[in-house]
C-alpha cells in the first residue's frame, strides 16, 4: 500500500476484539451507523478505499505485471471489491434521500398533503434501508474475530443477596432465556452441567452451544446482569418489598480443534451421583464426573449423559476449553482478558444489564439501551435478538470509531 500512496493505521486492521466503552464525545455523537457514515474522516478514508479499488482494477489489466504481482493485486482488489461496491451503493441511496428531501419540500409549500405523505413515507424506507447499508458496509471494514464463528461454553452462576432465593430464580430464567435463545437461532443446546437449589431455582449451570456465529451472538452476554423484583414466595413476598440480586454469566469460545495436552496426572477425577432440575435424580448410579486440573486449580463437572465414560469425556473437552481460553487471554495479555472483563468481581456497580420487574424493564448500561416488556426478552425470542443485534451495532461502531481517534491522532502528530 505504500507505493500506491495509501495507508491505513494498523490498530483499526488487527484489533483482534472490542470492549464496548463509549466515553469520549466522539462515541456519544454516534449511536448508529448512518450517523457515522456521514463522519468526515469515514468518507474520506471510504473515497481513498475506492480509489484504490480504482487503480488496482486498471493496474491488473497491465501485461507487465509477473505472476507474483497478479496475484497480490488480486488479493487486494478481492478485499477492496465488496466495500467499494457497497460504498457506492450507500451513495446511490444517499442521492435518492436529497432527492426526496427535496420532493417533500416543494410538496409541503403546495400544500399537497397526500403526496407528500407519500413521499415521506418512501423517505422513512429509504432511511432504513440507509442505516442497513451503513451497518452492512461497517462489517465489511470491521476485522472478523477469530472465534466468531466457534460454538460456546456458557456458564451461569446466581448471586448472593439477602432476599432469600432471588438470585437462584433469576439464574434459572437466564438459562432458560438462553436455551429459548438457542432454539429461536437454531443451534444445538447441550446442557453440561445443572446444579438447581432447594426451591426451584439454579446455583449454577454450563451448556455447550454450536451452531452458526454463535460466539459473535453471545460474546457481549458475558458479564454480571442484576435483577430488581418482588419475589413472588416467602416472607419478602408477603412484605411487597423490591429486592436486588444479580447473577453472572461466562461466554467462552471453543474452537473445534482445541489443541491443549493435559497430563492425566494433572488430574483429579471425583464421580457423583447426577441430579436434574427439580431435584429428581436422573439415576441411581455415580455417573456425574467432576475433574479437578490440579496446576491451576480449574473445575469443570458434567452430568449430560447416563455413562460416565461420556460425561468424562465431555467434563475433559470442557476443561481443554477453559485452558484454551487461558491461552487466549494470555495472548491478549495488553486487553483486559475475557473471563475478567465479563465477570469483573460480580459487584452490582459492575452490573452490565439490569432487569427491573417493577418497571417493566431491561436497560443494558454499556449502550443506554431500554427494552420495554421484560417477558419478551426472557422468553429469547425476537426481542432478545433484537438486544443483541443493537450490541453487535454498537461493537462496530466503536470499533470505526477507534479508527477515527487513530486517524485523528497521526493527523494531529500524537
Not at 36 to 49: F, R, S
Not at 314 to 341: D, F
Not at 394 to 403: D, K, L
Request: overall charge neutral.
Amino acid at each position: 500500500l505504500h507505493n500506491h500512496g495509501f495507508w491505513r493505521p494498523k490498530p483499526f486492521l488487527d484489533t483482534a476484539r472490542f470492549t464496548l466503552s463509549f466515553n469520549s464525545q466522539l462515541r456519544k455523537s454516534h449511536q448508529n451507523s448512518q450517523a457515522l457514515w456521514k463522519h468526515e474522516a469515514v468518507q474520506k478514508y471510504l473515497e481513498t478505499l475506492s480509489k484504490e479499488y480504482q487503480q488496482v482494477s486498471h493496474q491488473l489489466s497491465a501485461d507487465s505485471l509477473n505472476d507474483f504481482e497478479q496475484r497480490a493485486l488480486r488479493r487486494r482488489c478481492a478485499d477492496l471489491s465488496p466495500i467499494a461496491a457497497a460504498f457506492q451503493e450507500i451513495k446511490e441511496a444517499e442521492r435518492e434521500v436529497q432527492e426526496l428531501e427535496a420532493m417533500c419540500t416543494e410538496l409541503d409549500s403546495r400544500d399537497e398533503k397526500q403526496l407528500l405523505q407519500l413521499a415521506l413515507e418512501e423517505k422513512e424506507s429509504l432511511d432504513k434501508k440507509m442505516n442497513m447499508l451503513c451497518r452492512k458496509l461497517f462489517q465489511l471494514l470491521v476485522p472478523k474475530e477469530k472465534y466468531d464463528t466457534s460454538p460456546v461454553i456458557l456458564e451461569v452462576t446466581a448471586g448472593r443477596t439477602t432476599g432469600g432465593d432471588i438470585c437462584q430464580q433469576f439464574t434459572k430464567e437466564m438459562f432458560e432465556m438462553y436455551q429459548n435463545y438457542a432454539d429461536y437461532k437454531r443451534w444445538t443446546f447441550d446442557i453440561v452441567n445443572y446444579a438447581p437449589a432447594e426451591i426451584g431455582g439454579l446455583h449454577h449451570a454450563a451448556a455447550h452451544i454450536s451452531g452458526e456465529n454463535v460466539y459473535r451472538h453471545l460474546k457481549y452476554e458475558g458479564g454480571t446482569h442484576r435483577v430488581q423484583r418482588i419475589p413472588e414466595t416467602g416472607m419478602s413476598a408477603r412484605m411487597q418489598r423490591i429486592h436486588t440480586g444479580t447473577m453472572s454469566v461466562i461466554v467462552l469460545p471453543q474452537p473445534e480443534e482445541v489443541d491443549v495436552k493435559v497430563d492425566p496426572k494433572d488430574l483429579r477425577v471425583d464421580t457423583f451421583r447426577a441430579r436434574g432440575a427439580g431435584g429428581q435424580h436422573v439415576n441411581k448410579t455415580d455417573s456425574a464426573v467432576r475433574i479437578v486440573h490440579l496446576p491451576t486449580g480449574l473445575v469443570v463437572e458434567c452430568q449430560q449423559e447416563r455413562s460416565q465414560q461420556l460425561n468424562k469425556e465431555i467434563a475433559l473437552r470442557t476443561l481443554r476449553a477453559k485452558l484454551y481460553q487461558q491461552v487466549i487471554e494470555k495472548q491478549l495479555s495488553q486487553e483486559q482478558s475475557a473471563r475478567k472483563l465479563q465477570l469483573g468481581t460480580r459487584a452490582q456497580s459492575e452490573r452490565i444489564r439490569t432487569y427491573n420487574f417493577t418497571q417493566d424493564r431491561v436497560t443494558d448500561h454499556r449502550i443506554s439501551y431500554d427494552a420495554r416488556n421484560i417477558k419478551e426478552i426472557l422468553s429469547g425470542k425476537e426481542a432478545l435478538d433484537k438486544l443483541i443485534n443493537r450490541l453487535l451495532e454498537f461493537a462496530e461502531i466503536e470499533a470505526v470509531t477507534q479508527y477515527l481517534e487513530n486517524l485523528q491522532a497521526l493527523e494531529g502528530g500524537g
